[in-house]
């Protein structure tokens, strides 16, 4: 079955240190790549996407994720996180199965960022 | 576009009650979900909606959840009767053709007492 793993469950770094997150994801075919961001109290937002072509995508508020096939993993990436990055973040898979589009998210990496 | 509109925002109700939550996708897409989000089991994907027609509602908890699509512009999920271990969030998302990314409603706090 497919999955979504997201190994750091929370993470906490001071203000301007580097962040990555993981994200593995177990499908043998073509997948869409997804990392969403939910901030306390909000619902979650579409931080960045992955479909096809560069494997470096960029998405908004400064944050970039790697698609990287051979390791079946799109690690999300910022050079210098702000305290309001302070969020919990989710990586999603998007894969065809079964007929149907199967949507899957991780169990989420909550970060809080001292400031 | 207003985005996805969940109402209420928040409801509170006693046990046994019934419960309904209402959602209205974003105008032009034909794929809908409803999930529920709580500390201990995180996010669930409850129904999947696409055209309008359920294609997996695995993840219902048992048969006091139903949730109907009448139309592409509205959708309901309902409880009854509601018990207290259903508090939660719960968000409604749309999607073009369900490939794409999803675009959540802000969601309804269920609160059973």
């Known amino acids: 079955a497919q999955s979504v793993s997201q190994h750091n469950h929370h993470v906490i770094l001071s203000e301007a240190a580097s962040l990555e997150l993981g994200c593995n994801y177990s499908?043998?075919?073509?997948?869409?790549l997804f990392w969403y961001v939910q901030y306390p109290g909000q619902h979650l937002q579409l931080l960045l996407k992955y479909f096809s072509g560069d494997p470096l995508v960029k998405g908004i508020k400064g944050f970039e994720a790697e698609f990287i096939k051979s390791k079946f993993s799109f690690n999300l990436r910022k050079p210098s996180v702000q305290w309001s990055d302070t969020a919990e973040y989710f990586c999603a898979v998007n894969a065809w199965a079964s007929g149907t589009y199967k949507y899957i998210f991780g169990t989420g990496t909550r970060l809080k960022v001292l400031a | 576009d207003a985005g996805v509109i969940q109402s209420p925002r928040h409801e509170v109700t006693e046990m046994g009650q019934e419960v309904t939550l209402r959602c209205k996708p974003i105008s032009g897409h034909n794929s809908l979900f409803w999930y529920r989000q709580t500390m201990m089991r995180g996010l669930e994907l409850l129904i999947y909606f696409n055209n309008n027609v359920p294609i997996d509602d695995s993840g219902m908890p048992e048969d006091r959840f139903s949730a109907k699509m009448p139309n592409a512009s509205f959708s309901t999920l309902k409880i009854q009767p509601s018990e207290p271990r259903d508090s939660a969030v719960y968000f409604c998302?749309?999607?073009?053709?369900?490939?794409?990314?999803?675009?959540f409603g802000s969601g309804t706090r269920l609160t059973v007492v």
């Open positions: 499908y043998g075919g073509t997948v869409n």
């Open positions: 998302a749309s999607s073009l053709e369900g490939k794409w990314g999803y675009t």
